[in-house]
T-cell receptor, first 116, second 114 residues
Framework: DTEVTQTPKHLVMGMTNKKSLKCEQH?????MYWYKQKAKKPPELMFV???????INESVPSRFSPECPNSSLLNLHLHALQPEDSALYLC???????????????FGPGTRLTVT | GESVGLHLPTLSVQEGDNSIINCAYS??????FIWYKQESGKGPQFIID?????DKRQGQRVTVLLNKTVKHLSLQIAATQPGDSAVYFC?????????????FGGGTRLMVKP
């Protein structure tokens, strides 16, 4: 199983709503990532979890709150978003770390988020 | 928001021809490079990778070339097919981290004409 799954595929939310994005992988990967991708732009890193601990936060606003309940799951909690937060949110995973020498990140299909 | 008129560089090739997509990277300390393919409505898909101690690596119909002197990476696709139409991103990783930070290039759209 080399698949990263994300739910939902599409999400429309108002600026006062609270919602969550979910990501799951069963490849035994110990590093998981959230990226944001605007149209016609490359993905931008938001958060990195390594061994279920947040290791990198790329100065993301607090209205985005990541959570890693276990080694297979990664959530992104959303609250009080702005219309400019509308984007494709991608989850990825990798073996992580120099001890594996495997840097390749596997991406999910993304959640298309629209904030109204 | 998105700038009006912003567009990706586009490479248009005839089906069956070879394609070459180029990428300039900025960090001379980067030691690992990946090419990703992203089709419309999908996440990036791994194509091929190369470490900084190599200058060429071949896969099935694809070849990646690395020139560290001028910090240039290229992806060659042989006998391009309509299914190759997508946006292609190069990405680089520097050093060893608990989580590996990919830095993506701007992307190139490949359009294959039948």
């Amino acid at each position: 199983d080399t698949e990263v799954t994300q739910t939902p595929k599409h999400l429309v939310m108002g600026m006062t709503n609270k919602k969550s994005l979910k990501c799951e992988q069963h490849m035994g990967h110990r590093a998981m990532y959230w990226y944001k991708q605007k149209a016609k732009k490359p993905p931008e890193l938001m958060f990195v979890y390594s061994y279920e601990k947040l290791s990198i936060n790329e100065s993301v606003p607090s209205r985005f709150s990541p959570e890693c309940p276990n080694s297979s799951l990664l959530n992104l909690h959303l609250h009080a978003l702005q219309p400019e937060d509308s984007a494709l949110y991608l989850c990825a995973s990798s073996h992580g770390g120099v001890w594996t020498g495997a840097y390749e990140q596997y991406f999910g299909p993304g959640t298309r988020l629209t904030v109204t | 928001g998105e700038s009006v008129g912003l567009h990706l560089p586009t490479l248009s090739v005839q089906e069956g021809d070879n394609s070459i997509i180029n990428c300039a990277y900025s960090n001379s300390a980067s030691d690992y490079f990946i090419w990703y393919k992203q089709e419309s409505g999908k996440g990036p898909q791994f194509i091929i990778d190369i470490r900084s101690n190599m200058d060429k690596r071949q896969g099935q119909r694809v070849t990646v070339l690395l020139n560290k002197t001028v910090k240039h990476l290229s992806l060659q696709i042989a006998a391009t097919q309509p299914g190759d139409s997508a946006v292609y991103f190069c990405a680089e990783i520097e050093g060893h981290h608990a989580g590996n930070m990919l830095t993506f290039g701007g992307g190139t759209r490949l359009m294959v004409k039948p």
